[in-house]
């Protein structure tokens, strides 16, 4: 079975810039979630959808962050324009079904921006 | 106070020790518990799930106490490489998890 894919592996950007990232969750998973993990930091919940509609977004800054999940199949996430502090590892995982479900995770995005 | 908190060590043991974490939460309401280990720059993965029961899987046992809302995680007999960061994750009544900021673990020779 096919985990969860996600690209690219790595990203520099300078600040004020602009970056997306994709995810392919594993096949018949409903929910998808986007984390961002700091280093050190445990990882910190974006967003949460359920198929395509979106299950909790409370910690996304909706000001520079989006993210979509057309189909609800794979998802993107964008960050427009970019800050020093969104430096971090971006993960994508997904379940069967909601949170009280095993996650299942991708190798994440690494992102830094300069 | 944090939804979820642990502490975020490093344990550092000798192989053959046993080694407990704690992890406490505050939404009583919570629903489901788990630990998933993350491995030095690679992505978490699910170790074990928690039942009010508890459960055991080789070497390792984790038990939920409700009443004073903290799961644990006991590791007995450890490896080198049991190394890693334990992360504990709490989901509430509508399923949203949540993740503490890891434990690490090093377990020397």
């Known amino acids: 079975e096919a985990g969860v894919a996600q690209s690219p592996r790595y990203k520099i950007i300078e600040k004020r810039q602009s970056v997306a990232f994709w995810c392919n969750p594993i096949?018949?998973?409903?929910?998808l979630y986007w984390y961002q993990q700091i280093l050190g930091q445990g990882p910190k919940l974006l967003i949460q959808?359920?198929?395509?509609?979106?299950?909790?977004d409370s910690q996304l800054p909706k000001d520079r962050f989006s993210a979509e999940r057309l189909k609800g199949v794979d998802s993107t996430l964008k960050i427009q324009p970019a800050k020093l502090e969104d430096s971090a590892v971006y993960l994508c995982?997904?379940?069967?079904?909601?949170?009280?479900?095993?996650?299942?995770f991708g190798p994440g995005t690494r992102l830094t921006v300069l | 106070r944090k939804e979820v908190e642990q502490d975020p060590g490093p344990f550092n043991v000798p192989e053959g020790a046993t080694v407990a974490f704690n992890c406490t939460y505050s939404?009583?309401?919570?629903?489901?518990f788990f630990w998933y280990r993350q491995d030095c720059r690679k992505e978490p993965k699910l170790l074990m799930s928690?039942?009010?029961s508890g459960n055991e899987d080789g070497r390792f046992t984790a038990q939920l106490n409700r009443a004073s809302q903290y799961i644990s995680l006991l590791i007995r007999d450890s490896k080198l490489s049991d190394s890693a960061t334990y992360l504990c994750?709490?989901?509430?009544?509508?399923?949203?998890?949540?993740f503490g900021r890891g434990t690490s673990l090093i377990v020397h020779p």
């Open positions: 939404n009583s309401a919570s629903q489901s």
């Open positions: 928690v039942y009010s």
């Open positions: 995982a997904s379940s069967w079904a909601g949170g009280g479900n095993e996650q299942f």
């Open positions: 096949s018949g998973h409903a929910t």
């Open positions: 959808f359920q198929n395509n509609g979106v299950v909790d």
């Open positions: 994750v709490v989901a509430g009544g509508s399923y949203i998890p949540t």
